[in-house]
Each structure stands twice: as C-alpha cells, then as structure tokens.
C-alpha cells in the first residue's frame, strides 16, 4: 500500500462514500477505482492524503481485521 499527499499525481477520481460512513459527514472513508484496478481510499477529515492498494491486498487486510480476535 502506497500513501499519497500530492493529489495532482493522482488521475481524475470519482469517489465514493462508504456506506458504513457516519450520516453527519463527518468520519466518512471514500473509495475510488482506476480503470487498471488501483483502489484509493482517504478519509473526510484529510482528503488530500490517500492510500492507494490493490484489490488483493485490500481483501487480505479487510479479511485480517474481520477474522482478529
């Protein structure tokens, strides 16, 4: 996973609110996907800095944090 501060080296995002995101605007996570498959995610509260993963490795870590005790 590579994180992101510049947002001009990103291409044009369409990004979308997750649906678990807080209805007050705040704490919200956005998603976005590339064309190639690239996922970027940022949050509300720091728009500017992005994660930027695969799809894979997005799985495996969702898969981690779902299955730890």
């Not at 994180?3 to 044009?12: D, G, N, Q, R, Y």
């Not at 993963?53 to 005790?69: K, V």
Request: with cysteine; hydrophobic share 35%; proline share 6%.
């Amino acid at each position: 996973m590579t994180t992101h501060s510049a947002p001009a080296k990103l291409p044009e995002l369409t990004w979308q609110k997750s649906t678990f995101s807080d209805g007050a605007g705040a704490n919200c996570v956005y998603v976005a996907t590339t064309a190639t498959g690239t996922i970027h995610l940022r949050e509300s509260d720091t728009p500017e800095t992005t994660l930027t993963t695969t799809p894979r490795a997005l799985s495996a870590l969702i898969r981690t944090l779902t299955t730890a005790t």
